[in-house]
């Protein structure tokens, strides 16, 4: 089993949080672009990556995730980081 | 009432195709869901008001009530808006024509000063508090009912998060938890004074979960959440198996099969003697299950049997297997032979005169569950993983037999069963160990080594550590040989009012050509030390070597870094010294008659060995 890449496993759970199409999530999406997400909604994506990502986050954290490119910083500093395919 | 319809019968994951359940795999298949992926749902419209944010909760109750045969649509009212909503006739709730309506209030929004200042107020205060919380929500339930007759589930509260006093709070006179259970008794009462007004236990769901893991202070903070995601998840799956217990009546019979289900191992192979139940591992776990089946026949449910097996050798399992506690007569239908499942099953419903949607169905073999699905969806057919383990777990948790409210029959017959008067003896203290002993109401049996025991006794003597006077490890080969050369070898059950604990201890003692005689062996089983079992068993034994001719009998102490818990037993029995070193003692028939059986305990024997 190859490790799925840290960006294709944070964009499908944005899409499965929102009920929008894979395709349609890029480092761009953000809350302007993506009419579901709203402030609720946003507690719902921080839960799902969360447990996606087996990491904790803070309340800071969760302000500051308001792109799916903050999301992936974050998360990277976090520990989140991409494997390389082969290790 | 109608029935449920068939998707009650498949598992999430077999309902959605995930393989994980995660956050975002409930919102994806709640969104489904409500998008129509799934056919034969019950619609239900669900309003839920809360003095929190609730909104969290939707997707696992939408999934998890799917999950139960009913497609919800859920209404939620307007954070904190509890008594707006339900005294504005105009209000959302009733607009929204609610078949379900669940409450959900925190200690901390409606009675704050018992969480907050709790040790500042006055027993007279606290009275008052409990007083308002009273009229607050009957005064909900009455305004509710003059506008809708829907089914309410009350949330009830759960322990604070942080007591006033600490670790202080147990030894209060009347202490911060104690004052919530008594609100919370409070509210079962209000509700049973209306008409389908359930109390939705929300302070045992936080319980279960976890107090202290229950809510993630982030969600709080920023949104009002109480619950993190598991406890949002538990939640829901507990609200939902609510919502199913208001729409569908409960299944009446159990149908289980028998191989690796009451017992484990298959018993055409292995026979009486080898199939797993006991008081040993693997044996236990199904002893346990079989316990939790007992227990749901207490509550009314009905038992039955489907067993691909010969009838006479099911029939005989359960009747002489000494630890099988499902006995033939607590099955109120069976069917043993070599057909189809879904036969026996129609032939179950049949012969109780039940409908087959009534039933539900316990089988360790996913082939025969399938097949059941498969020829009828209308049979509530349990999840059971592979894992014994997981039994008890998958039974509790079907909800198969969930009922909201136990009817008058249905409570008479729980006290039928239990006895009001037992419990009240268990809540009384036992002032002294005598007290205690009598009221464990022990029954002993004691008989004589043979082929049938010598297992269960070989592994004991292998393994007992601390009540063991000699650690003599013999092997089953060597007891039998032991007892072919004139040893006296006994063995002790023991049942109390909690239950059968089996053969819990052996003796065994033997003569070198002489009068006198030598415990070589003694050994008792740890729990249930300190009962005077062990009396029991010196009692008989001294009997049975004074019955072959003992005019003396000898008793060792070999200590070992575990066994000191036998370290006085002959002395206190009454033993004189042999020497000095406190190892050998003697018991001397001619100059002490018997030992004494203990009074407090019953003894049924099987052998010649209890004195007259």
Redesign the interface.
Known sequence: MTTQAVTQRIHRVVAHVFGVPLNSISDDSNPDTIPMWDSLSHINLILALEAEFGVSLTPEDTMDMVSVRLIRIILSERGVVEVPQDA | MMRKPPASQMSLTELLGLSKL????Y??AA?QIQAGALDGLKALRVALLATF?A??LQ?YLVVESAVRGLLVKPYLAPFNQVEQQVFDRASGLYAFRPDVIAIATRLEEIAPRLLERFLALSSQEIEEELDRIEGRVQRLLEGLRQSSLAPVLVFNYAAPAWLVAGVGDASLACSQLSVVQRVNDRLATSCTQFNNVAVFDYARLVGEYGLRRWS?P??W???R?PF??EA?RDVGRALARHLRATCFPPCKCLVLDVDHTLWGGVLAEDGLQGIALGEDYPGNVFKEFQRRVLSLRDRGILLAIASKNNEAEVLEALQHHRDSLLKPEHFAAMQIHWQDKAVSLRAIASALNISTDALAFFDDSPVERAWVRSQMPEVTVIDVPESPLGFVQALEGSGAFDQLFLSPEDRQRAQWYHGDQARKRLQTAHPSLETFLEELEMTVTIGEVSGDTLPRVAQLVAKTNQFNLTTRRHTAAHLESMLDAGAVGLWIRVRDRFGDHGLVGVTMAVSQGTDQWTIDTFLLSCRVIGRRIETALLSALANAVRIRGGKTLVGEYLPTPKNAPAEAFYPIHGFEPLETSGRRWVWDFAAKGTIPMPSLVQVESTAEVVAT
Do not use: N, V
């Open positions: 995660t956050p975002a795999s919102l994806e969104r944010t909104d969290p997707p993630d982030k969600l903070y920023l949104a959440i993190g995601a949002q």
